[in-house]
């Protein structure tokens, strides 16, 4: 940890930071605080910068969490060989906890529940995290079922672990093909021929954008997933030098359900995670990363029938000049007798009333994805998504309308600023790693 903690930007070190921090001196700033500053003043001003809170909300395949808890009397069963949450599989162990009535489970977030096709793992763990009680189905060794009834005040155990999250920002897709194409990157069938992209990616606030050479975020970095308190555990799998994500846990118990959940892609439940990481500003390297915006930072165009590079645009043609927050009129809806918007979203965050003939919309649900703008018929919601402002391999300058966002940075705007505050307020302690990652 030595050449983390020499590490200089001007004459302050991390540990110098640390200080400024306890005396109530340190300059911390979110990154979108940052990218302000540096359009309305010369880049030199971020030398008086501290922190830096960054963060990301997105859908995070790589998520599972690890539950431990009762679910009868000692002696009831001896040991169980599957179980169930709310009709989502979980992987029992990995110990056996013989005769104590105890259960020790993996659930994965990416889990589908046997009988509610649009409901898994996410759901589950925003369900638990809201105070639902959930239906435990416990199968014996002897095949007999046990059945329970459990919240997660009732878990004395319960942390959620990404194996790979925050990556340094993602991709956008678009389908060149003739068919439409199901896929786990679009919430409908993605239509042929370029008629509409996706992409994932919170741009200029995402952590690893900030830090990409990971010279203060290593092993044990404290940081907030889904608002709880957690550490970095590592490099996450899938990680490359290029693309770089990481791995890390905190306690269920802590978290805000509005930071987390399902979403239901077109080949079913995905999970979306949020993460916030303050990067103190110790090297020339950061600074010069902090200061970069959406507009200059690259996002690559896939093909989501290869996964291959066919074209390159930026982060700024989706992320700048758009609308962050998906906006509902409730007076603009006609009362179709089939919502299309219902059928679509993927937070199932709109419910249409047959009898009043008319859609609701639970907003601490919405993903602000804006695909209910372009299912809805009547515009009772609103949004400016952009365009990818694609260039293709042969040199060609080629525009798609976005029509489904993967990742919500207005919540990853309120959790960064929350971690501002937090430090701020000394409710939330930044420490140096233990060890560098790679």
């Given at each position: ?34 990218s302000h500053l540096v359009e309305e003043r010369d880049r030199s ?67 589908h529940s046997s009988d509610r096709p649009d409901y898994g793992g ?317």
């Open positions: 940890m030595a050449k983390m903690a020499s590490s200089i930007t001007g004459n302050k070190s991390y540990s110098e930071i640390l200080e400024r921090i306890e005396r109530r001196e340190a300059v911390v700033l979110t990154a979108e605080e940052v001003s971020l030398v008086e910068v501290d922190v830096v809170t960054t963060a990301t909300r997105a859908v995070m395949s790589g998520t599972y969490a690890v539950l431990s808890f009762s679910v009868a009397d000692p002696g009831s069963f001896q040991r169980a060989k599957k179980a169930w949450l709310n009709g989502i599989p979980a992987q029992v162990g990995p110990c056996p906890n013989e005769n104590l009535g105890v259960l020790d489970l993996i659930v994965f977030g990416t889990a996410g759901h589950l763990f925003r369900d638990l995290v809201e105070g639902k009680t959930i239906h435990v189905v416990v199968q014996k060794d002897g095949g007999d079922l046990l059945q329970a009834e459990v919240g997660l005040e009732n878990m004395p155990q319960a942390r959620m672990f990404g194996s790979r999250h925050a990556f340094k920002n993602y991709s956008a897709f678009v389908n060149p093909g003739s068919h439409p194409v199901r896929t786990i990157f679009h919430a409908r069938d993605f239509e042929p021929h370029c008629q509409g992209a996706t992409f994932s990616g919170c741009g200029q606030i995402n952590p690893l954008k900030n830090d990409p050479l990971l010279e203060t975020i290593g092993i044990g970095t404290r940081i907030l997933l889904n608002g709880a308190e957690g550490y970095v555990l590592g490099m996450g799998t899938r990680s490359s030098k290029e693309r770089p994500n990481l791995s890390g846990f905190a306690d269920m118990h802590k978290m805000s359900a509005e930071y987390m959940g399902g979403f239901v892609t077109g080949m079913g439940p995905e999970c979306i995670c949020s993460l916030a990481v303050p990067i103190p500003l110790v090297s020339p390297t950061i600074l010069e990363e902090i200061a970069r915006r959406d507009r200059e930072i690259p996002l690559p165009v896939n093909d989501i029938n290869t996964r291959k590079v066919i074209g390159q645009a930026d982060y700024g043609s989706v992320w700048e000049d758009v609308d962050l927050e998906v906006e509902f009129d409730p007076q603009q809806c006609r009362g179709c007798r089939r919502c299309l918007v219902e059928m679509a979203c993927p937070m199932r965050a709109v419910r249409y009333d047959q009898g009043a003939r008319a859609a609701s919309r639970d907003g601490s649900l919405c993903f602000h994805c804006g695909l209910c703008v372009t299912e809805c018929p009547n515009s009772a919601f609103r949004c400016h998504l952009g365009a990818l402002r694609m260039r293709t391999a042969k040199g060609d300058l080629r525009e798609v309308p976005v029509v489904l966002r993967q990742s919500d940075k207005l919540r990853a705007l309120k959790l960064s600023e929350e971690l501002k505050e937090r430090i701020l307020d000394g409710s939330f302690r930044m420490a140096l790693p233990v060890e560098r990652i790679g």
